[in-house]
Nanobody
Framework: QVQLVESGGGLVQPGGSLRLSCAAS????????MGWYRQAPGKERELVAV???????NYADSVKGRFTISRDNAENTVYLQMNSLKPEDTAVYSC??????????????WGKGTLVTVSS
């Protein structure tokens, strides 16, 4: 059994910052790519940022220069530092991780999501 649990969402004013965390737990052998996705009301889910185990990153154009993804491999945790937040960043943010379990099965896992609201 594997779980991804996000934390750190909330209400923030435009121009503010938030830091999201996502911790993976359970029968984990290894984790390759980890990432953050978001879904705004009435829109499809979109990629925000991804990071490989080795630290290579990729960002959506809309967040480049404002968001930073990082991870702690020892703690099986991925972070998303969000700065200069805009109202259009309002969405449910979910983490994703490609995990190989201790019985050597590789699956993409998802967290339940955390709501980020950017509003004055």
């Amino acid at each position: 059994q594997v779980q991804l649990v996000e934390s750190g969402g909330g209400l923030v004013q435009p121009g503010g910052s938030l830091r999201l965390s996502c911790a993976a737990s359970g029968s984990i052998f290894s984790i390759s790519t980890m990432g953050w996705y978001r879904q705004a009301p009435g829109k499809e889910r979109e990629l925000v940022a991804v990071i490989t185990r080795g630290g290579m990153t990729n960002y959506a154009d809309s967040v480049k220069g404002r968001f930073t993804i990082s991870r702690d491999n020892a703690e099986n945790t991925v972070y998303l530092q969000m700065n200069s937040l805009k109202p259009e960043d309002t969405a449910v943010y979910s983490c994703n991780a490609r995990i190989t379990t201790k019985n050597y099965v590789t699956t993409d896992y998802w967290g339940k999501g955390t709501l980020v609201t950017v509003s004055s």
